[in-house]
């Protein structure tokens, strides 16, 4: 069992930046691969980027390319997101995700753990 919690988002302006945060429990948070899914009212969930439990791979959606980092740090239990030249259709519920195993999928489906959410609202 994984628990996860957000923190991390909030109000910003288009062009500004956030770094998410995603914590998790237990002591075998590097056996397992992270992602972080965003869902925007009335939208389906879609990935936003993920990365493998060694750190060693990552993956981003097309839309964030260049502007989004996925981080993780296991000494400390926690993965990141960090988000540059936030742009209005940015704004989300981004949810942090884990699945036991080496590596990521694409699919919110896949994924056997979830966190609550954070809100993340870019203004034009």
């Known amino acids: 069992q994984v628990q996860l919690v957000e923190s991390g988002g909030g109000l910003v302006q288009a062009g500004g930046s956030l770094r998410l945060s995603c914590a998790a429990n237990g002591r075998t948070f590097s056996s397992y691969s992270m992602a972080w899914f965003r869902q925007a009212p009335g939208k389906e969930r879609e990935l936003a980027a993920a990365?493998?439990?060694?750190?060693?791979?990552?993956d981003y959606a097309d839309s964030v390319k260049g502007r989004f980092t996925i981080s993780r740090d296991n000494a400390k239990n926690t993965v990141y997101l960090q988000m540059n030249s936030l742009k209005p259709e940015d704004t989300a519920v981004y949810y942090c995700a884990a699945v036991n195993g080496f590596s990521y999928y694409y699919r919110a489906r896949n994924y056997d753990y979830w966190g609550q959410g954070t809100q993340v609202t870019v203004s034009s």
């Open positions: 990365i493998s439990r060694n750190g060693g791979s990552t």
